[in-house]
């Protein structure tokens, strides 16, 4: 059976029909174990029929890598290893096997499982391990119609390939048999697409999902069956299209790309190792496995009932499609027994609308129903499902190949105008999609004006064109065009709407320009836009007395236009032109326009005449250069003393006095000339200061805020009147309580800060200002009191200590300064301070400080306070409190704990004035221990229970008395070390010893101790675990060991057992091939073979037997023929014309006399027939008696051409007969070899 050739199914299981008594079968090539000797490597590759992974030279060097894989071995099976040579490895469940290689390329692993088992694989991408499970087969599957079972003996599995795996670095079960499998419906399944990973995005490429959501219990009713409308036979027969297609790609991918098969050995110049503790069969391992059995075969039967979901069922449309997807049953036993918390089955919907193209995530849920909308019309989309229940994720079937259904062709664009003259437009417009059928013809409608009702459009064409000229039109006229595509399914939408206009005749003569707006320098003209007559308009002007005639001064669309640049009080000339696409009209009528006049310039040379007083002064100037076009009517003058210009005059006189001015003010004049236009501009403005006088009087000044006992702020403000000079400083005066005068301040400032004021005193204060004239007159005065002051500092306190703890402080109160005295504030100072801090406050003379330190300095010192300030400190002064007993011990802690003593530290507390004298320990009830050392903080607590609850509190003591207890420390001391187990053998080889041992209480792990040869040596640990039994391999045969146990728990490691003496066994010899037949004739032949390995100790013999196999199926019996150190021996005396099977083992002869032989494994049987007498020769077919004999269809294709020689009218039924004949002789050489496996 080729296996190449058959498809790959999603199952993860499947069924052998070997005899149930066969076992796990691996094979695997450059792999050896960690314990196998240098000698046994060497050995070539087994010849016994088994496939084999093939080294591949040429594999990329950056493809060799790390492999591991994992087979699980269940419980009650067996697992039997090959390799390199013939080396078997037999291995009973429940037990792991690791296999590592680190280098090399990628090797099939060949599985051979046993009748009524199944294998399973999960590959972990992450990782990159392999995982094989062997376990006997659910009787449910084969009831699920997974498909036929597999009667080969070799399982290959091909197409392996990451893509498998769902998400990256998650794990699940791979197929390992290829069969067809059978289904309902109309597709198979597949593997994935090589290099294909989901994704996860859940959106649509054309369009949304839609899902209708149907009840668990309910049945279906909107799933198609084959046969029922057109569509399903249209998917069927893409189906089966895309199914040939598939499988010739498959097939032409497994040729093309060698790395798609499963690789799980790897050579590179050196062999793979084989995980020593995984082939050992750890028992550590073994136990775990066997408790994860009950929930590995209940995750295997929900595996294979979510593979089993048959492809889905789609029903199609030309923008949407249905999906149908059956839901497989989960047996009441998985599932959870509250409602409430059990869950469903979800499906992942995956589509794409390429051939090779990516999978996309368009559905996740429990639903039943699928839609999918805004699709493209005669599309073909290719959908997949995949089923999950909770974490558990079956694999995806096979694509369902689907194209929806054509409809009416896209909206088209509108048509483009190509050209238009008075008579015809022509248009032209693009194909829109055809949607899948083929547009016949084009309709395009029109109606005469832009706007109206849709019922209203005319056809005026109908072809599969895409242009078209319409003729006979009205010139000046203005069409709307809409286009509509029609193919064999419909008419498709009307496009946008063009409209185009004809073109017309040329406009004519307009109205002349109307004059809007007048300047001295521009016009404003309008003129009037006839609706689809003009299009643009050329306007010109021509000035008088220039002789250049009329110029262009605008052209364009708008309906105004400003002509600027113009002079002043002139007369111009305006005609207008009209124009559109036809021509243009004739000039209107000209009509003349004049610019208004301007305003005066400014006059000249203002100045002032004669002289200026503090009260007025004299303008003049002359008249202006430019009077605009118009005489100069009067003047105007105009002041400004800095709050805005004021008219003082108006007159034609070019001369004017300004008089009731303020002295020492400076005024800003300006000029003006006035005529009918308006005011003219205004001349540059002279500045002009009146003559200044002494200040006057200042205001009455006041206080700025509050007066003090010894100072106060005066404010006052400048006089309105300074007299026309700035003011250069201010003076201040004090009159006291007996009318003497002091003066305060003299400066520029307005205000002041008075000093050496007595408190509450009445005194009169005022001001006067000073220019650079004079002295102004004093202001009113101000009527001000001081202020209260502050206290003076209060007496020295005094302390009288009453005990360790409180000290009384006492003092006299000081003079107030004028106000109460509100408050006392008393601080003081502690030892581990740097600064007073507050204490108390109040109007009390004395005061009790508590709960103060034993044996502690501190300092007090006080303040009084009115409703002036505070006054200064007084001078502070000392207390001492008394000595008391210790403070409470703290930070107790147990550092050391044993079996019956606990190890105690603290810190030694505050001795509050008095030296410690000694430390009480308690640890229990009237269990007191006393420290007389008084600088030790830790002591050793003796005598103790094991395994006993102890509550540790220490107190320290003084002179004084004892102090408080510290808080209590709970500690356990320890248990004793366990004693040790009971140690026994249970097996013994040449190089391997198993031991089992007693159970201990509470113990944490068990180390086994070997000696080699002599008790005495220094043991070795060879084993540290939990388990009660283990393996010891790499040992010497016929060599003494001697074994002993122990056990650890809390307390610590215990003390070993008594040793063990175990004798190991000896080696026997190795398996030879089987061996060769040479120069076999009627009644002898030669047999040879390969020498054996020699070994340490004795010689090596050979035992041959021979069997006389009478018929293809009758069994064999061996006899001993031969025993000897050779390796060939000559048979004599055989029949002729018989089949004979020989094999060979060696045999090692031990030099001591108390030994016995030991014998290796028989080789596989080599079958050979004796010749019959020959006839004598003929010219034709020469005989050649020399010739050997190596196979068995040599001899009976040479007894055919006899038999067929001499009559040639036998010849098809002969050979016919030798054909049966070989593959009846075939099978008996092919069954009794694998039977000898």
């Known amino acids: 059976m080729d296996h190449r050739a058959s498809p790959t199914v999603s199952s993860s299981s499947y069924t052998d029909s070997t005899p149930s008594d066969q076992h796990l079968d691996v094979g695997v090539e450059s792999c050896r174990t960690s314990h196998m000797s240098s000698e046994s490597s060497n050995n070539t590759q087994s010849e016994d029929g088994h496939l084999r992974a093939a080294h591949q030279p040429d594999q990329p060097e950056h493809t060799l890598q790390r492999q591991e894989h994992v087979i699980t071995v269940m419980s009650n099976e067996q697992l039997k290893i090959h390799l390199k040579g013939d080396t078997v490895r037999h291995v009973t469940g429940p037990a792991n096997v690791t296999m590592v290689s680190n280098s090399g390329p990628h090797t099939p692993l060949h599985i051979h499982a046993p ?282 079937t096979e694509p369902v190949i689907f194209e929806t259904l054509p409809s009416p062709p896209d909206k088209p664009l509108k048509p483009k105008l190509v050209q238009t003259t008075k008579s015809f437009i022509s248009l032209k417009w693009n194909a829109p999609a055809d ?229 020492g003010f400076t005024y800003k004049a300006r000029v003006a000339a006035k005529s009918v236009v308006g005011v003219g501009q205004w001349s540059e403005s002279v500045e002009v200061t009146t003559r200044p006088v002494v200040p006057g009087q200042c205001c009455k000044p006041w206080l700025h805020g509050k007066a003090k006992a010894h100072v106060l702020h005066l404010k006052w403000a400048p006089p309105e009147n300074t007299g026309g000079a700035p003011i250069r400083t201010f003076r201040a005066q004090l009159v006291n309580a007996d009318n003497t005068v002091r003066q305060v301040y003299q400066g520029p400032a307005t205000d002041c800060m008075v000093a050496g004021l007595s408190p509450g005193r009445s005194y009169l204060l005022q001001v006067q200002a000073v220019n650079e004239v004079g002295v102004g007159e004093w202001s009113e005065p101000l009527e001000v009191i001081s202020g209260p002051g502050v206290p003076e500092p209060p007496t020295q306190p005094k302390c009288l200590v009453k005990s360790p703890h409180v000290v009384v402080v006492s003092w006299l109160a000081p003079c107030n300064n004028g106000a109460k005295i509100t408050e ?160 026994e053998c249970s097996g013994v080889t040449y190089n391997s010893v198993k031991l089992k041992w007693s159970e201990v209480d509470k113990c944490h792990r068990y180390t086994i101790w070997m000696c080699r040869g002599d008790p005495a040596a220094v043991p070795q640990s060879v084993y540290q675990g939990v388990a009660q039994f283990c393996k010891v391999s790499k040992l010497q045969e016929c060599t003494p060991y001697y074994f002993s146990v122990s056990a650890t728990n809390a307390a610590g490691d215990g003390s070993p057992s008594l040793p063990l003496t175990v004798v190991t066994t000896r080696t026997p010899p190795h398996s030879l091939k089987a061996p060769t037949v040479k120069e076999a004739g009627e009644d002898c032949c030669t047999i040879s073979w390969q020498s054996a390995k020699t070994m340490l100790t004795g010689s090596i013999e050979y035992r041959l037997q021979l069997s006389e196999q009478e018929h293809s199926n009758s069994p064999l019996d061996y006899k001993q023929v031969y025993q000897g150190s050779g390796t060939s021996y000559t048979l004599s005396q055989l029949s002729p014309g018989t089949s004979y099977s020989v094999r060979v083992c060696a045999v090692r002869v031990c030099t001591e006399a108390s030994a016995d032989t030991i014998a290796g494994a028989y080789s596989p049987g080599v079958l050979f027939h004796t010749s019959k007498p020959a006839p004598a020769p003929t010219p034709t077919q020469p005989t050649d008696t020399t010739r050997p004999v190596n196979s068995q269809l040599a001899i009976f294709r040479e007894r055919v051409m006899r038999a067929i020689q001499p009559d040639e009218a036998k010849q098809p039924y002969l050979v016919m007969a030798a054909l049966l004949f070989v593959v009846g002789i075939v099978m008996a050489v092919v069954i009794p070899y694998l039977l000898s496996l």
Request: with cysteine; net charge negative; glycine share 6%.
């Open 824 to 983: 006392y504030k008393l601080e003081w100072l502690k030892p581990d301070q740097q600064e007073y801090i507050l204490l108390s406050s109040g109007t009390e003379l004395e005061y009790t400080a508590k709960s103060l330190l034993a044996n502690t300095e501190y300092s007090f010192r006080v303040q009084a306070v009115n409703s002036s300030g505070h006054s200064p400190y007084s001078l502070p002064v000392t207390a001492l409190t008394l000595p008391t007993s210790p403070s409470a011990v703290h930070h107790v802690k147990v550092t050391a704990v044993s079996a019956n003593s606990i190890m105690v530290s603290w810190k030694a507390p505050d001795n509050n004035g008095c030296e410690i004298t000694q430390y009480n320990i308690e640890y229990g009830k009237n269990m007191l221990q006393s420290v007389t050392d008084s600088c030790l903080t830790e002591a050793l607590i003796e005598d103790l229970n094991p395994d006993t609850l102890y509550r540790v509190r220490v107190q320290a003591v003084n002179s004084v008395g004892a102090g408080a207890f510290s808080s209590p420390v709970k500690v356990s001391t320890l248990s004793l070390p366990p004693s040790p187990p009971n140690i």
């Open 115 to 396: 009748q009524g088992h199944i294998v399973q694989q999960v590959y972990d991408e992450s990782s990159g391990i392999s995982r094989f499970i062997l376990r006997p087969q659910h009787p449910s599957m084969n009831q699920r119609g997974t498909g036929p079972s597999v009667s080969g003996h070799r399982i290959h599995h091909d197409g392996y390939n990451a893509s498998y795996l769902n998400g990256g670095g998650s794990s699940q079960h791979l197929p390992l048999s290829l069969q067809q499998q059978q289904y309902t419906g109309y597709s198979t399944q597949h593997p994935y697409p090589a290099g294909f990973q989901p994704q996860y995005h859940h959106h649509l490429m054309h369009g949304a999902v839609h899902h209708m959501v149907h009840n668990g219990n309910q049945n279906n009713n909107h799933i198609l069956q084959h046969g029922v409308s057109a569509e399903d036979r249209v998917l069927s027969h893409h189906h089966r299209s895309v199914q040939g297609h598939r499988d010739k790609q498959v097939h032409s991918r497994r040729h093309k790309d060698p790395d798609i098969i499963m690789q799980h050995c790897y050579t590179n110049g050196s062999s793979a190792e084989v995980n020593e503790r995984s082939l050992d069969l750890n028992s550590c391992s073994s136990s775990t496995d066997s408790h994860e059995t009950s929930s590995e075969e209940e995750r295997r039967i929900v595996l294979e009932l979510l593979c089993s979901v048959p492809v889905p069922e789609v029903k199609v449309e030309s923008r949407r499609a249905v999906i149908h997807i059956t839901a497989p049953d989960i047996p009441d036993s998985l599932l959870s027994s509250d409602e409430a918390v059990c869950p469903e089955i979800q499906f992942q919907l995956q589509y794409t609308d390429k051939k090779d193209g990516p999978y996309k995530v368009v559905y996740e849920g429990d639903a039943t129903t699928i839609e999918m909308q805004d699709l493209k019309p005669a599309t073909g989309y290719y959908v997949r499902i995949c089923a999950i229940f909770e974490d558990i994720r079956g694999n995806y």
């Open 435 to 663: 949607n899948g059928s083929k547009i016949t013809h084009y309709l395009l409608e029109y109606y005469k004006g832009e706007q109206l009702p849709q019922s209203a459009y005319s056809t005026c064409y109908k072809g599969n064109k895409k242009e078209f000229k319409i003729n006979k039109l009205l010139p000046s006229q203005c069409y709307t065009f809409r286009l509509s595509a029609v193919n064999g399914i419909g008419s498709s939408e009307y496009s946008d709407e063009t409209v185009v206009c004809t073109k017309g005749v040329p406009p004519p003569i307009p109205n002349p320009p109307h004059l809007s707006e007048s300047t001295t320098s521009s016009l404003l003209l309008t003129w009037i836009k006839r609706p689809g007559v003009d299009r643009e308009f050329v306007l010109q002007q021509e000035e008088e007395n220039t002789g250049h005639g009329f110029i262009a001064a605008y052209t364009g669309p708008e309906v105004s236009y400003r002509v600027d640049h113009l002079q002043k009080s002139t007369a111009y000339k305006f005609r207008l032109q009209a124009a559109n696409d036809d021509g243009k009209s004739s000039w209107s009528t000209v009509v003349t326009h004049r610019t208004r006049a301007d305003v005066a310039t400014s006059p000249c040379k203002l100045t002032v005449k004669g002289k200026v007083t503090s009260r007025m002064f004299r303008l003049s100037w002359e008249p202006p250069v430019e009077d605009g076009g118009v005489d100069v009517e009067s003047y105007v003058a105009q002041l400004d003393s800095g709050q805005g210009y004021i008219q003082v005059y108006e007159g034609p006189v070019c001369e004017c006095s300004c008089a009731n001015l303020l002295p």
